[in-house]
């Protein structure tokens, strides 16, 4: 009898997660621009594979130089090649980066520092949501899914920042767009006190909370960058058939909801339309530390709003990336270049 009831209600659930998906599939929103990209530079984290793949591929197609990073060298590789190849682009540029070690994320800026004279567009998308990293620690001493979700990415923008206000302009400002999803809402409160905690019991809740820190950074982020010409913006995907959610639960159950997932939710492509939106548009360029959905302006938790919140967590990411206040203020400042 027991039995039963479970069942039912796997059933329902399964039947529930499928309808949201056709729903999400079928109300998609895309990216109408045309904007030609010629001469700009975009960086697209985790640009290789999934959503990233396709925000890069149609960044190329538009003609602009395209930096995509992932930690794996025959991945990065492939992802290039299929770049090239779809839009016959051939200023495509695969590098290293981990986001989960603050060395790569450092050796990479300095590369992009040194061997670039613009940055456009930074799509912060790479990201992991797999269960058994629950209670890893990076060498830097971070939770693994936190660093590489968060931590890193805050690191990263920060370091670009001057190549990326040095190129802004009024009427084109820089961009940079955070993928966030709908999960932020599911994390709690911010809990500073637990911001790198390894005790996270529940995964979910765990890549909640890097969702929620990635749009309170956008919040304090473009506070800072008042008057700079660079704008950030979180996105939220909606449900998108990417292999991320492949290895959160094992065997049998992971490629069954795998299947569900390719066959009923967004496509990586359909997913990848609002970022595209948020880097091109050009009414998505006159906000800044907003969130969007399906191609338009949404609104994030309220605790993405909380400047008191997105202050403390950001002298805390700024503590355990290793940086200092001053060379922070530093780098958000046009300061660099003068
Ligand atoms: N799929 C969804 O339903 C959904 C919903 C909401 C939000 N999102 C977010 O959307 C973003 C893209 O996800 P996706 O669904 O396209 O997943 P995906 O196909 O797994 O792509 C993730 C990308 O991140 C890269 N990456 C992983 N670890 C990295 C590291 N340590 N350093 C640098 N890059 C790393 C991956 O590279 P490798 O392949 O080489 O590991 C891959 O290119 C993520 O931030 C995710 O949280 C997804
Ligand atoms: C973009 O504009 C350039 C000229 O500025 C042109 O050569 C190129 O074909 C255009 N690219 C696309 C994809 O429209
Ligand atoms: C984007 O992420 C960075 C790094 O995590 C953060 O500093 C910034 O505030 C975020 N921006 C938005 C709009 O969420």
Redesign the pocket.
């Known amino acids: 009898m027991k039995m039963i009831v479970v069942l039912y209600w796997i059933l329902v659930i399964i039947a529930g997660v499928v309808i949201f998906g056709f729903y999400q599939k079928a109300t998609n929103a895309v990216c109408k621009s045309k904007k030609?990209l010629?001469g700009r530079t975009a960086i697209v984290t985790g640009g290789t594979n999934g959503m990233g793949l396709r925000i890069a591929t149609d960044f190329a197609?538009?003609?602009a130089r395209v930096i995509v990073a992932c930690p794996f060298i025959d991945e990065g590789t492939q992802g290039r090649k299929t770049i090239v190849d779809k839009t016959g682009n051939n200023d495509v540029v695969f590098k290293m980066l981990d986001l989960a070690s603050f060395d790569s994320v450092r050796c990479f800026a300095k590369e992009i520092l040194d061997s670039e004279d613009r940055l456009d567009l930074l799509i912060n998308n790479a990201g992991i949501a797999v269960a058994r990293v629950r209670r890893s620690l990076t060498m830097d001493g971070l939770n693994l899914l936190m660093q590489v979700n968060y931590f890193g990415h805050f690191l990263l923008t920060l370091l670009l920042l001057p190549l990326m206000i040095k190129t802004g302009t009024p009427l084109e400002p820089g961009r940079i767009v955070n993928i966030s999803s709908v999960l932020h809402f599911m994390a709690g409160t911010v809990n500073l006190d637990h911001i790198n905690s390894r005790l996270y019991c529940n995964t979910f809740k765990l890549y909640g909370n890097s969702k929620l820190y990635l749009i309170l950074f956008a919040h304090e982020l473009s506070k800072k960058l008042k008057g700079k010409n660079v704008v950030i913006n979180s996105v939220d995907p909606g449900a998108v058939g990417t292999n991320i959610f492949n290895q959160y639960w094992g065997g049998a159950t992971g490629s069954i909801i795998t299947y569900i997932f390719k066959n009923c939710f967004k496509t990586p492509w359909q997913g990848a339309q609002t970022a595209i939106h948020v880097a091109l548009d050009s009414e998505a360029g006159k906000v800044s530390g907003e969130l969007f959905k399906n191609c338009k302006l949404a609104r994030a938790k309220s605790d993405a709003y909380d400047d008191m919140a997105s202050a403390m967590l950001w002298a805390e990411s700024v503590r355990l990336v290793k940086l200092d206040l001053d060379e922070a203020e530093f780098l958000t400042s046009s300061a660099y270049y003068h």
């Open positions: 030609n010629t197609s538009r003609g």
